[in-house]
């Protein structure tokens, strides 16, 4: 008697095995996960020249606020210029005297970089920024005066990379 209930049971077991892997021949499978499935095509990516023929002088943007400083008319001040490298800017921050200066390097998403400074969090802090190609602002660095207001700190919020595919990754 258990003989025969183990057979059906390895019987129906066998059979529901069987139709559950079996796919028909004519649909198309649903469920791919090649990246290409996720991502509608992009066009040619093109990649921008590596140097500038020529840098602005003047900031090409500028993130400005004035100081609780009574006596004097001082400011928060972050303005990015270009450098002679297209994907590279100079910020230079000036908090009531007090100056720094660093390098800012936006990923080539194949598009002309378009850098942009955002308020902060605090009183006085930027965010470094660009648009990406869909016009999103994607953060960088954040530009800041501690609160003891000794120190001007500028920190690497994110990091970009550019898949084999064009796409911008976060990290």
Do not use: W
């Amino acid at each position: 008697m258990f003989r025969s209930i183990s057979v059906v049971t390895v019987a129906l077991s066998a059979v529901v095995t069987l139709s559950a892997c079996h796919s028909r021949s004519g649909e198309a499978n649903s469920t791919t996960d090649s990246p290409a499935a996720h991502h509608p095509a992009l066009p040619m990516f093109r990649r921008n020249p590596e140097h500038r023929a020529h840098a602005k002088k003047e900031a090409v943007a500028e993130y400005k606020v004035r100081t609780a400083n009574t006596l004097n008319e001082l400011y928060f001040t972050v303005s990015l210029y270009e450098t002679s490298e297209t994907m590279k800017y100079l910020a230079k921050v000036d908090f009531e005297g007090l100056t720094g200066e660093d390098t800012i390097k936006i990923p080539d998403v194949g598009s002309l970089p378009h850098p942009v400074l955002q308020k902060g969090p605090e009183k006085y802090s930027c965010i470094v920024g660009f648009l990406d190609n869909d016009k999103n602002f994607r953060e960088l660095k954040k530009v800041y005066v501690t609160d003891k207001g000794q120190e001007l700190k500028i920190t690497t919020l994110k990091h970009y990379m550019v898949t084999e595919d064009y796409r911008l990754v976060g990290q």
